[in-house]
């Protein structure tokens, strides 16, 4: 049967349902264990950039913006390019900004290093210990519950089926081809499978006796009370070891995040310790936070690669089979290219950035892994 | 659907029975889903107040026990804390 199923949706499955039936193609199920965006998507930070310290990562992010700018202007919701400020507070880590930024330059993504002065210009910061920032005008940030929604809806409109809650259990095959999906509400058929499926991928695919190596690491962020806009880019503080994030979100509220001490596959367990770390991380640079109310606060997995790159693509030991995952913090930003690099690798067997070509699990299995430095929160 | 306009669920968010009724209709039929249409308990309540309302509403309006809706997860802290006292919990 010519069908795709896509097991995941999440922003990445659901963009892949949205290009395929942008192509044309219309028979794609979608199986969602919970509701969408459930897993890593909805949790995230929102953020989208370009600024990666790899050619790949670079290269994929910068065509995952320009698909940012006109899926939000097609469909209707919130994407703005605020950018992003990594704050410097080291001579090393300046002298490494200032290579990454001529790195970033020769690759058509215009970030630069700006001064302290400017810094205040951008954001109301208190600059203790600042000595400067490098400023990506063209990263910005997206609702991640919304670009997921409208990219779902006009898949459905166009003919595309999601299931949510529904879980898929196993990839079904027979001898060396796929042939559909067995989950708890009955079997379905389809001739090719990607799994999409965040924390859940490297499970399923080792059911069919591939080793992934993804690990699921959680991470922790709140977010405050809505205010007016305030603060147009993420800002990032590099040289604190945790790589704490802040941002303000579509609705006003200050969402951040940092990195805890965690070790793989732990469960999604709330830590009493984060909140007042978490606060810390930022109050000396901003101050007037302490006095804002803290509303929620989740835990949501990284799904880490060996080489902090996702692993896109064909699974060659089986015919049909396609995963999409292990973006190591970074899917939702990617997810708009993910999709459109999947359709294309679905119907016309090849992915229309050569780049992409590099991330297939092949390159796992053949040791040829690329490094990525600039990961955060 | 004139009433329904002025009837509110969610006041933190705004979301009036009408909002709820559409969304029920486009196939939003579980709490977790309204919660991230809607915004529906994403306010300073955190639920509280909304979500307990939208849950008899919803077990009624689709003659399903509240238990099959999927009730969101409550997230600490609960209630909505300042920030500053939140750090005062740093004893490191």
């Known amino acids: 049967m010519n ?29 969602e264990e919970k509701y969408l965006a459930s897993g890593s998507t909805g949790g995230c ?20 913006i320009e698909l940012w700018g006109k899926l939000s202007q097609k469909l209707g919701f919130f994407y703005e390019r605020g950018g992003y400020l990594w704050l410097i507070s080291s001579e090393e880590s300046l002298k490494y900004f200032k290579e990454l930024s001529r790195f970033h330059n020769s690759l058509g993504v215009p970030t630069r290093l700006i001064d302290v002065e400017e ?118 503080d590099w040289d604190n070891p945790s790589k704490p994030y802040l941002v303000q979100v579509e609705e006003g509220g200050f969402l951040m995040g940092m990195e805890l001490e965690e070790e793989p596959d732990t469960p999604l367990t709330p830590r009493i310790d984060f909140l007042p770390r978490m606060i810390k991380s930022w109050s000396s640079w901003f101050p007037w936070l302490r006095n804002i109310n803290v509303l929620r606060y989740w835990v949501r997995y990284y799904v880490i690669s060996p080489d902090h790159h996702p692993i896109l693509g064909p699974v060659e030991d089986y015919e049909g089979l396609y995963v999409a995952a292990g973006f190591s913090g970074h899917g939702f930003m990617m997810g708009p290219i993910t999709g459109k690099l999947l359709a294309e690798w679905i119907l016309d067997g090849k992915p229309s950035v050569p780049e992409a070509e590099n991330l297939t699990f092949k390159r796992i299995v053949e040791g040829r892994l690329i490094e990525e430095k600039a990961v955060i929160g | 659907m004139g009433e ?89």
């Open chain 1, 119 to 236: 810094v205040e210009k951008i954001i109301p910061i208190k600059v203790n210990g600042l000595i400067g920032a490098l400023h990506d005008p063209i990263a910005g940030k997206a609702n991640p519950f919304k670009s997921v929604e409208k990219m779902a809806e006009k898949a459905s409109s166009r003919g595309a089926t999601i299931h949510t809650w529904t879980r898929a259990s196993k990839i079904v095959t027979k001898g060396s081809k796929v042939i559909g999906v067995e989950t708890d509400k009955g079997f379905i058929e389809g001739d090719k499978v990607l799994i999409a499926a965040g924390s859940e991928t490297r499970k399923l695919l080792l059911d069919l006796g591939i080793n992934i190596p993804l690990k699921n690491v959680p991470h922790h962020a709140l977010i405050t009370e809505t205010f007016k806009p305030t603060l147009k880019p993420l800002v990032i």
């Open chain 1, 3 to 31: 069908r795709v199923i896509i097991v995941g949706g999440g922003i990445s499955g659901i963009s892949t349902a949205y290009f395929l039936t942008e192509k044309g193609f219309n028979n794609v199920v979608v199986v």
């Open chain 2, 4 to 92: 329904k306009k002025r009837i509110i669920v969610c006041r933190c968010e705004d979301v009036t029975l009408e909002d709820v009724e559409k969304a029920i209709e486009e196939g939003y039929t579980d709490l977790e889903s309204l919660k991230r249409k809607l915004r529906i308990g994403m306010g300073p309540c955190q639920g509280r107040i909304c979500l307990d309302l939208l849950a008899r509403y919803l077990s009624r309006k689709l003659g399903k026990p509240i238990e099959e809706l999927h009730i969101p997860k409550p997230r600490p802290p609960l209630i909505p804390l300042k920030a500053g006292l939140l750090e005062e919990g740093d004893h490191e």
């Open chain 1, 45 to 64: 930070a929102s953020g989208i950039r370009a600024s990666f310290t790899s050619r790949e990562h670079v290269i994929l992010m910068r065509e995952s």
